[in-house]
């Protein structure tokens, strides 16, 4: 049974910084592409960014330069660092397993003073 759990979400100020971490179980990890979502109150389901199974990453433009994905196949664990966070960054945040239906439980994030 394929498990993402995610953790590391919180409130933090403006400009402030998190780690938001998934942990995947059932399913060989290595070989998975990994990715983050968010849902940001009032909007879609929005992208944040991708992690291959090789290790090439992306990310949409407005995080790119402040959140950070990497992945530790040895801890079957993909990580987003987010620096220089903003309000516009609120929201639930969960991981996905790429090309599945496999996603996490989600996390929330809030920045504000």
């Known amino acids: 049974q394929v498990q993402l759990a995610e953790s590391g979400g919180g409130l933090v100020q403006p400009g402030g910084s998190l780690r938001l971490s998934c942990a995947g179980s059932?399913?060989?990890?290595?070989?998975?592409?990994m990715a983050w979502h968010r849902r940001v109150p009032g909007k879609r389901l929005e992208f944040v960014a991708v992690i291959t199974s090789g290790g090439a990453t992306n990310a949409i433009d407005s995080v790119k330069g402040r959140f950070t994905i990497s992945r530790d196949n040895d801890k079957n664990m993909v990580f987003l660092q987010m620096n220089s966070l903003k309000p516009a960054d609120t929201g639930v945040y969960y991981c996905?397993?790429?090309?599945?239906?496999?996603w996490g439980q989600g996390t929330q994030v809030t920045v504000s003073s």
């Open positions: 059932g399913f060989v990890f290595s070989d998975s592409g």
């Open positions: 996905q397993r790429v090309g599945t239906q496999d």
